[in-house]
C-alpha cells in the first residue's frame, strides 16, 4: 500500500492533454502496489490507474512489462491495458518518474482463497502461460536462482536475529538447490508474483490479473511453484493438499506438465518459498524509511520452505 | 493519506449484508484522510466510501459528525451522506473500529487555488453554515482556544528545536489571544477545516465539502479565518489579498458578516494560524510509528501566525 511520490490535480491536466480518456471526475491515491504509487483516474470516459514506477521498477523494463500486458490482453487475458498517447506511447514521464495510464479492472482479491478459487487461478495461470509463449520481449529473472546468493549474502549478518537458525536454513536449502535446480525446464514468460492479492474474481471467477512488474522469462513449472506457496498455506502455517490438487489440476486443464516438470515441484517450490524469504528478510533488515509500508514479515516463508524441504515426493502436493 | 486498520474482502461480505447497496464490485484502500482509514467501494449499485474511525475520532461524537452530513444533505449541501443499514444505523462496527458507509462524490480537490475557486469555496462555507444553523445537535470544538494552553504547554520543551524562538511565538501569541479573544460572535456549526483538500470542484464549481470530522459549533468567522489561512497563502509563503478579497467577497454573497466579525478577523486568523502550528508541532514531536503518514511540516503556519500577528486592520485582508 503506498503513495510514494505525489500527484495534484494540477500535475494531471497536462497529462491528460496527452490522453484521449476524457475529462477527470475523480482522483485518489490508492492503496495497492508496494513497488509503485498508483492512482485511481475516474473520467467521463471511464476508470483508469496512474502508476508511476518507483526506483524498484526499472524504465528500461517497461516495454517488457507494459509491451506484455497489450500482448496478453490481445489474446484475451484480462489485465490492464495501458492506454496509448495521442502520440502512441505507452508511457509517460510525470513528477520526474516513468509512469502510465492503465486501464482499470473491476474484480476483488481474496485474502482467503478456497480451493474454487485456487482451481480458478491455477487455470488463469495456465491460460497466462500460453497467451504469452510468442511474446517477442526477453526479461531475465532478476530474482531467479543467481540472486538468491546475493540476497543471502547481503542478509547473512542478522539473519539469526530475525529467527534462530535462520542463516543455517538459507545456507542448505541455497547449497542444494544451486546443486540441483533444473538445467532445462519448458520456459517462457511467467508472471512470477501470482499472489491472491495480483488475482481479481468476480463471483468466484477470475475477471483479471495485476500487477506484471515482476514478469520474466523463466520455467514454468516455477510459476507454478510460487503459486503453490502463496496460495494453499493456511493462516496457521500449515499446508492444504486439496488446495494444492485443485490449483494444480486447474492449471493443467489448459496446460500440460510433464515428467520432468512434475518431479522438479519439491525444489521448484523450495525455491520460491527461498526467493519470498529472502526479499522479505532483506526489506525487513533495510526498511526504506521514506516508504509507507510496513515490511511483510519473512518468517512466513521461511515455514513454508521447511516444509518443502521435506517433501519426498511431488504426491504431496496432489499431484 | 492512510489505511491504519486492514479490511478485506471477506470482512466486507458480512457488512454487505447489513446494507442495501449492491454486490461489490470493487474494493481498495485509499490514501485520503488521515485521521482515519479509507476504503473506495464500488457495487453494482453506485460507488461508496467505507470509513473505519480510529483513535482521534472519538465514537461518541459520531452522531454529531454522520447526522450533520445528513442534515446539510438534506438542505441541500453537497457533502457524503452516512448510507443507513438495513436496521436504520448510520454506523457499524468493524475490525474492532466503529465504521460507516458513506456516499461517493464526483470531484477533485485542487493543491493551487486560483482567486475564482477562492471565491466559490468562500460561498461554499457560508451555504454550509446557513444550512447548518438549525442542527439540533452542539459539540464543542476540542480544538478552540481552551485546548491550546494545553498543546503549547506539552510541546514547549522542544518547540525550539523545530524552529529558532517557535516557544516565543507561541507564548507571545497564545497570551494575546487568551487576552484579547472575543467573548461573543455569531456562532453556530463550523466545519473547522476547510482546507483544499476538503473541497471538490467539477469545473470549477464545488462539487462537495468532504471531512467534516473537525465540526464542531464555534464562531462562524474562525471558520472564514481557518479558510484564509488554508487557502491565501502561496507556495513562496506569502499572503494573496486578491484570493483574500474573492474568499471573503463570495463568502458574504450567502452570509453577512457583522462589525465585530470583521473587526475580529486578525484576531481569529492569528487564533486559526496558532491551532495549526500547535496540532502539527505535536504530531511532529510526537509521531505516531503506526501512522503510514509524515507529519507535515509546522513552520509553514508559524510564518503565517507571524503575517497574522503583524496584521493592523481588517483591510489587510481586502475587507
Redesign the interface.
Known sequence: ?A?YTDV???D?EPLLKDYNIG??????????GVENSNF?L?TDKGAYILTLYERRVREADLPFFLGLMDHLAAKGIRCPVPVHTRSGARGIQLNGRPAAVLT?L???????PSADHCAAAGAALAKLHEAGSDFPLWRMNALGLSAWRTLAESTKADSDNVQKNLGALIEVSLTRLEREWPATLPSGVIHADLFPDNVLF??DAVSGLIDFYFACNDAYAYDLAVMLNAWCFEQDGTFNITKSAKLIAGYRRHRALNDVECAALPLLCAGAALRFLLTRLYDWLNPNPTA???PKDPREFARRLRFHLAVKSPAEYGL
Chains 1, 2 share one sequence.
Open positions: 500500500m503513495v495534484t490535480v494540477e494531471l475529462e477527470p471526475v475523480s482522483f485518489k491515491g490508492i492503496a495497492e485511481y475516474l482499470f473491476d474484480g476483488l482479491s481474496v485474502r482467503r468476480m463471483h509507507l509500508v510496513r
